[in-house]
């Protein structure tokens, strides 16, 4: 038999969850699976109709229970958030485990690259969407274009996770489809990627001004975006040392990112700070975050006069979510950034029948015979519903079908901290995909 850990049930492990235990009914399969997670509600309700699996209410913190749990696996599939997947990582390494994230490889992760190596081990990270998806696709067009060129001179990808159109409802053109918290820290280590072969930065406080806008098709439209993190550490990993242009950025509806940058401009994303909610209202909170003291004009008007938000729209999607009503905002010691994150948990959530999207695009520029040729391709998911989105089958699904190629060992498994660019795993992870309707279309001009 097979042990398979997955450790995390979270909004972005529906589809993950289901199609491994789907997979393990095959007569071929012996498998065990068992899922942990803190929320006992939460985990019977993802195993509701699978009632061999089984679960682990576990603190992730408790760490005989997670090593007791680590060590009966043969692989363990890390849905966490992305600071505690060092912790399994480190009784992986202990118990000489495999391991798969779907998070970015953390300083702390990638120096465990040597000893996993040397014990024979696959901690595959960045195996989700955004990072993930991103990394295969992109890296099976590079191999494409490099059997007939070899100089690729620009590369630029976007991806965003935005509310689909039929259920797009609200101003901000945004509902969570994936962890709520990552949308307040969005942005805030700041940017750099390359640009006319300069290297770029962009600041928080920058992110969200004046953003530039793509076509992303007839169902997504045009979209603004934003760089994500550091594109520069991936020129070494794609081997694009050629391109004068790398960029990796966010996807966001054009009236998110105005709207964004306001709340930055009023300090209502700070996490670093502290405001005792006992008895205080949000006008209150509202009025120490902006200094309000001019009583001659409202507190709106404040507002827009001090941070120069003249549009009318902007003005409207910033009361849509009441920041100055007179309700009490609870007992608490909170940030203005937790604060912020209570009104959009409940403004921005997906009723059940709620569909969201997945819009991914890459552009790639490269010489042929002296010409510069284009190619674009681009790939549209929607959802289901609230609990069956296109951001949980995006994210959940090549850590599906990654986890059955090694315990079937139908691929050669890496070793080492790795991220999914190599041939051996792209290939098969992308062909099993396209069964699951994720799939890109390219253009070339």
Known sequence: MTNILIVGAGKSSSFLILDLLNTSQKKTNHWNITIADSDEATLLHKVRNFPEAAIAVLDINNEPERQKLVNWADIVVS???????????????????????SSYASPEMKELDKMAKEAGLMFMCEMGLDPGIDHMTASFMFDSIKRVVSDITSFKSYCGGLIAPESDDNPWHYKFSWNPRNIINAGKEGAQFLKSNTEVYVPYESMFKGNDIIDCGDHAGKLAFYPNRDSLAYIDKYNLHTATEFLRATLRHPDF????NALIEMKVTNTNDSHDTDKLTYRQWMTRVLGYNNTNITIE???WQKLDITSRHVQNMILWLDLFSD????????????????????????ADEDKDMVVMQHEIKYLYKGKENRVVSNMVVVGE?????AMAKTVGLPMSILTELVVNKKIKIPTGVLIPNMPEVYRPVMKRLEHHNILFFEDSY
Not at 385 to 389: A, C, G, K, Q, R
């Open 79 to 101: 849905l966490m958030p992305p600071q505690l997947h060092i912790l399994l990582a480190k009784d992986c390494l202990q118990f000489k485990k495999n391991l798969i994230t």
């Open 257 to 260: 990112c105005r709207g964004w």
């Open 301 to 303: 008007q404040f507002a």
């Open 327 to 350: 309700n009490l905002i609870g007992k608490g010691t909170k940030s203005s950034g937790d604060i912020l994150l209570e009104i959009l948990m409940d403004k921005w959530k997906m």
């Open 385 to 389: 519903n609230s609990e069956f989105s």
